[in-house]
């Protein structure tokens, strides 16, 4: 093995087009799915304060930034929603609403931007009026009434013209359900995406205050979302969400878990993602707001690092800003 000073691993440093050229991971517009809320209520855009750069959009404005992702080359958006109090309930009621807001902004992207793909949640948690991803008795989370709530929505959003459900609740068993209520119902060709290794994070805050559940939730999600110390039970929820049916799985948090992503990749070779949630993107765009950092490089970073573990795709809040950065630097 040739060693210093015949060898200089700065030769290859030298050069933006040679550092180029070696780049061992490289990040494409393909890459990315857009985040996005949605709202029936108020203006067209309304600013979420806790995260920066990001808005509550109606549904008229969400089709105008999935027109606009599309342009891009940005390969699908991800939908959550913000809907009215008056519209949320103990049983969560108004999340198999076929008429409701979600349903809604499928068939309307769907109809406007065909050739984007349409993700959508498949929780309960923007429609309880406690803030939770289950139903609830008393104090606790009742898994199987969830789950078979959870397998109705998938199927009233794959009947409203979603590509991918992704249900992001952690509930035992609910993949496998979901996947049999699509298939017993003629939409064996709608994917599933797994929130399979969901952590009980600090970082979800301003996403709960984008979607209205920040006052609501009582208590917390630890009995069902995962403890952040465990790096094996990630793996073997992983391992079921895939033998029940799942066809892609996820990572959430992004930045804090670049480990378990490596691991699941390794493990598993299958398609995974992360999803960069809405603290580690306000963190970034706060400190690039400061002037404490350069916001476009460290979010270029972040999102090098996900692909970097394994990713084969990123779920964040700035793809269109990044697809726009990426498209005229190449």
Same mark, same amino acid.
């Given at each position: 093995?040739?060693?210093?000073?015949?060898?200089?691993?700065?030769?290859?440093?030298?050069?933006?087009?040679?550092?180029?050229?070696?780049?061992?991971?490289?990040?494409?517009?393909?890459?990315?799915?857009? %985040?996005?809320?949605?709202? $029936?209520?108020?203006?067209?855009?309304?600013?979420?304060?806790?995260? /920066?750069? &990001?808005?509550? #959009?109606?549904?008229k404005a969400l089709v105008e930034q999935a027109k606009k992702a599309a342009?891009?080359?940005?390969?699908?958006l991800a939908i959550f929603p913000n809907i009215s109090p008056d519209d949320k309930s103990e049983d969560a009621a108004e999340a198999a609403n076929p008429k409701g807001l979600v349903p809604e902004a499928v068939r309307a992207i769907k109809k406007a931007v065909p050739n984007i793909g349409v993700i959508v949640d498949v929780?309960?948690?923007?429609? %309880?009026?406690?803030?939770? $991803?289950?139903?609830?008795?008393?104090?606790?989370?009742?898994?199987? /009434?969830? &789950?078979?709530? #959870?397998?109705?929505?998938?199927?009233?959003?794959?009947?409203?013209g979603a590509d991918i459900v992704a249900p992001s609740d952690m509930m035992d068993g609910r993949i496998g359900a979901v996947r049999d209520a699509l298939d017993d119902n003629g939409h064996s060709d709608v994917?599933?995406?797994?929130?399979a290794a969901k952590f009980a994070s600090g970082f979800y805050g301003p996403y709960r205050d984008a979607i209205g559940t920040s006052a609501a939730l009582k208590g917390d999600k630890r009995t069902y979302q995962m403890n952040p110390a465990n790096l094996d039970v990630a793996l073997r929820e992983v391992e079921l969400d895939l033998a029940e049916g799942a066809d892609m799985v996820m990572v959430k948090p992004g930045?804090?878990?670049?480990?378990?992503?490596?691991?699941?990749?390794?493990?598993?070779?299958?398609?995974?993602?992360?999803?960069?949630?809405s603290g580690e993107y306000a963190m970034m765009k706060a400190a690039g707001q400061n002037g404490w950092l350069d916001f476009d490089r460290i979010y270029l970073e972040s999102l090098m690092s996900f692909k970097r573990a394994g990713c084969d795709g990123i779920l964040t809040y700035g793809a269109i800003d990044l697809a726009k950065n990426l498209k005229t630097n190449n």
């Open positions: 093995m040739s060693v210093f000073p015949q060898m200089r691993l700065r030769r290859l440093r030298q050069s933006d087009w040679m550092r180029r050229m070696v780049a061992e991971t490289r990040l494409d517009v393909s890459d990315l799915v857009l %985040t996005a809320i949605v709202s $029936d209520a108020g203006p067209d855009r309304v600013d979420v304060p806790s995260l /920066p750069g &990001v808005q509550r #959009l109606s549904v342009d891009l080359g940005i390969p699908a929780a309960l948690d923007p429609y %309880t009026s406690h803030g939770h $991803d289950g139903l609830m008795e008393g104090e606790t989370i009742l898994n199987d /009434p969830t &789950v078979e709530m #959870l397998a109705k929505v998938g199927v009233m959003l794959a009947e409203a994917a599933i995406l797994s929130y930045m804090p878990y670049l480990d378990v992503i490596s691991a699941i990749k390794s493990e598993f070779g299958r398609p995974t993602f992360a999803f960069q949630v």
